[in-house]
């Protein structure tokens, strides 16, 4: 199916947030970190790598610095192979499966979920795995069972596409992965939360932007008007590049996911589960 007329990446945009929101509760939901937990690897972020990586198989450090982009090689090396000596790659991912799954029911309960799953799958359905490692890596997963738990894996299949097309932006950009983040921490108010996870030691970050500040993209008051114009461009060919789902779906069917979708959105970020900076994004 080709492009639908009236589809636009704004609109594009608007759908993938939708399910963005759910999807990210397997980010930070205790209940996925507890699962985590049980495994007993204790270097920082290693459910997190070992979940997302899963698909891969047990890879070498490599892999996973190389499509996750923007965190630091020592931070990756830490946790890899240790996490593949606790347990298969498949049993990380069915951890935070589960832990996502008794957050989502807690907050949200039952609900009538098929439509929205059905759309979302058909969006699926028309996401291009070429230059997506990620996604095409999720791809070949099993769907869950659980009408919520597929409503929340179409959320991951979209958000990894749209990732692997968000790279694809930035390196055209010329940002490599600190600048990635000193710029998109200061365009989205996240910088605290991007220092302080990617795993950048301070000698890392400070020359990372003094490499912005000699670019003209950073100043002492945060992005300067370069800076921002660097930044909507990375942003505006990632929601291009993440177009070709949507418009498998058409803008009709992709505006009813979007109203089907909101209100279990609006009571996700209304539970306190998501940190604060991403809920005053709404």
Known sequence: MGVVTGMTPQLARRAWGSLETLHVVGFFAPQVQ??????????????????????????????????????????????????????????????????????????????????????????????????????????????????????????????????????????????????????????SDSLEFVRTTRGWTDEEWTAGVERCRARGLVDDDGLTAAGAALRQEVESATDVLAMPGWAHLGEERTRRLVELVTPLRERVLDSGVLPDWIRSRG
Not at 65 to 84: K, M
């Open 34 to 187: 507890q699962a985590y937990d049980h495994f007993g690897v204790p270097a920082t972020r290693a459910g997190y790598f070992a979940a997302r990586a899963a698909p891969f198989g047990r890879v070498d450090p490599a892999v996973v610095v190389a499509t996750f982009y923007v965190f630091s090689p020592a931070l990756v090396e830490r946790a890899l192979p240790a996490v593949w000596a606790a347990a298969p790659p498949e049993a990380w991912a069915a951890a935070r499966a589960q832990g996502v799954a008794a957050c989502l029911h807690e907050v949200l309960g039952e609900p009538h979920v098929a439509e929205a799953v059905l759309l979302a799958q058909e969006a699926c359905a028309g996401l291009p795995a070429a230059g997506r490692p990620l996604f095409a890596a999720w791809s070949g997963v099993v769907w869950p069972t659980d009408p919520l738990m597929q409503l929340w894996h179409a959320g991951l299949l979209v958000r990894e596409h749209r990732g692997d097309g968000h790279v694809a932006a930035l390196m055209a950009a010329g940002l490599d992965p600190v600048e990635a983040l000193v710029t998109g921490g200061l365009a």
